[in-house]
Nanobody
């Protein structure tokens, strides 16, 4: 059974940093896609970043480029989202997602179908 467990959310002031973690279990953590999404109150869920665990190719939404970094720890089956220079508009519930199917090298994870989701972790940025 695939499980994704997020942690690391919290409240920070604008300009601050947080690191989110997502520990995956129940499937082979290699050669597949993982991602972070977020959803603010009253808004639709939006994609933030993706990583292909086979070769660590990364993809980012324009609004986080240069500020957020997605990474992985194969030994821990964990994906991270390092968030720097946080802005009040980054306030949202952040969700980890996995496309647990095998994907060949070069697969475009930004366009993957994510079928497994974590419970979410809240990030609040005050001005």
């Amino acid at each position: 059974q695939v499980q994704l467990v997020e942690s690391g959310g919290g409240s920070v002031q604008a300009g601050g940093s947080l690191r989110l973690s997502c520990k995956a279990s129940g499937y082979t953590f290699s050669s597949n896609c993982m991602a972070w999404f977020r959803q603010a109150p009253g808004k639709e869920r939006e994609w933030v970043a993706s990583i292909y665990t086979g070769d660590i190719s990364t993809y980012y939404a324009d609004f986080v480029k240069g500020r957020f970094t997605i990474s992985q720890d194969d030994a821990e089956n964990t994906v991270y989202l390092q968030m720097n220079s946080l802005k009040p508009e980054d306030t949202a519930m952040y969700y980890c997602a996995a496309d647990a199917r095998y994907r060949a090298r070069g697969y475009y994870c930004a366009g993957a179908q994510y079928t497994y989701w974590g419970q979410g972790t809240q990030v609040t940025v005050s001005s």
